[in-house]
């Protein structure tokens, strides 16, 4: 019988990545608390990667006891994106006078895109039986982002719910001179360590 593959996230993009794999892919969403929103708030000078990873296993966690609860199975999929500057975590802009000051700080120069990945095996009785993490991190560099552009990529919405501010897979793009390290990762998911976490979770549970 095929694996059953759960990703506990609201993002698109995540749901969109894991099915070009041509996986059959369900989606879980816990509720969301006020006391889970909070703890996805970076503490102070918190460390990107640390970040990062940290958040993931919140979400991962609160997947397995919601489903738990749920009396369901198989193998669950949570990640979190992350952008750093100068060991800075920008993440998603929560108004335009944000989202300005987070681009102009992206032109012209390098960033890293951290994504981590959790996943976990839940048996038929609710059992964890094989879990594993990775994190991947890319390196992208911007040319100089007019300020027009910046603006009308405001007003057009795009980065708000975006870590950074900006989706490379959108037309901020055209601004990107170079990157790093894994495009699918940069969206939010990557392929090539999320494949082998996968198959790391098979064959361990
Ligand atoms: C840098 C960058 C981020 N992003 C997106 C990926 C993520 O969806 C988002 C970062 O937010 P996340 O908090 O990682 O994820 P999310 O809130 O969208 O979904 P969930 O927590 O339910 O899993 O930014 C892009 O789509 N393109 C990019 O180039």
């Avoid at 909070?38 to 000078?45: Q, R």
């Avoid at 940290?54 to 992350?82: I, P």
């Amino acid at each position: 019988m095929p694996t059953q593959i759960w990703l506990a996230s609201r993002s698109p993009r995540r749901l969109e990545l894991l099915q070009t794999l041509g996986l059959q892919v369900r989606v879980f969403l816990a509720q969301n608390s006020p006391e889970a929103e909070a703890l996805e708030a970076p503490f102070e000078n918190e460390d990107p990667l640390l970040y990062v990873q940290r958040v993931t296993q919140l979400k991962l966690n609160a997947a397995l006891a919601a489903m738990r609860m749920q009396q369901l199975s198989g193998l669950v999929l949570a990640a979190d994106t992350t952008v750093a500057l100068n060991g800075t975590i920008l993440g998603k802009p929560q108004n335009d006078a944000e989202a300005f000051q987070m681009l102009r700080s992206l032109s012209n120069t390098t960033h890293q895109v951290h994504t981590a990945v959790a996943g976990a095996w839940l048996n038929a009785i609710g059992r964890n039986t094989a879990s594993k993490n990775t994190v991947q991190t890319s390196h992208v560099e911007f040319a100089t982002l007019p300020e027009t552009f910046i603006h009308a990529y405001i007003a057009s919405g795009e980065p708000f719910d975006k870590a950074g501010a900006y989706g490379i897979q959108g037309i901020a793009g055209q601004y990107v001179r170079h990157i790093s390290g894994s495009h699918s990762g940069i969206m939010g998911l990557p392929l090539f360590e999320t494949s082998e976490l996968m198959r790391h979770i098979q064959t361990a549970a």
